[in-house]
């Protein structure tokens, strides 16, 4: 499928690094609910390493999976007005830059629940207060790579409280919230989940500052 698009300049950056993000700006004929949008096969930019921003003294920590950008430019304006601490999940085995080649290792881990191997430090998250977890909706719940941080290491998120952000394509939250809620429970974990989540269409994330705002105050 050609990418026809408005030209988008991404001039927000992540823990110091340029965003890519290929379905900003393409008009709703075109960006078809995010049917068919690429990746470079590195989750998120070849060009990039794996965002981490770790301070000593944050009180709070986004942690995010994002395959083609939007919801890594999400993270980064979230991160920009809270100042929190940033951390990317990577997977051992990057999803291919293909959509349809995805949406098809996608479909065989749900069926089989077979979640990606992660391949990232994950640091002692004591220091945190607040976790904002963010990721894009795949098959109307949590991306698997989201899956299989909280199998892995939702121990760490106890007392926590959790603010799940997201970009999708256009057919909203489905049950991604109450996932996390499940994964944490079934592993004994009592962390406050907020209920309601930033949800934006992932071709307009750059124009989504206003609702950003909005929600971040709407925490407090
Ligand atoms: C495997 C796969 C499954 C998807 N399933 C859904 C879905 O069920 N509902 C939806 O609204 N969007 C769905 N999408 C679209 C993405 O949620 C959307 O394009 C999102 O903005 C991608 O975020 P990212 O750029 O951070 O990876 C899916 C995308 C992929 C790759």
Known sequence: MALVKRNVQITDKIAGQSIQAPQLGMPAVQWRNGYGVPSDGQDTNSKNKPARLLTRNAKEIIIYFSRSGSTELLAAKIAKITGADVLEIVVDKPYPGNYRQTLSRANFERQTESYPELKMAVPNLDQYECVYLGFPIWAMTLAHPMTAFLFDYGNQL????????????????????????????QRGVKADIFPRPLVIDGNKVDRADYQIERWLKSLN
């Open 158 to 185: 106890k007392q926590k409280q959790i603010i799940p952000f997201m970009s999708e394509g256009g057919y909203g939250q489905g049950n991604s919230v109450q996932q996390i809620s499940q994964i944490l429970r």
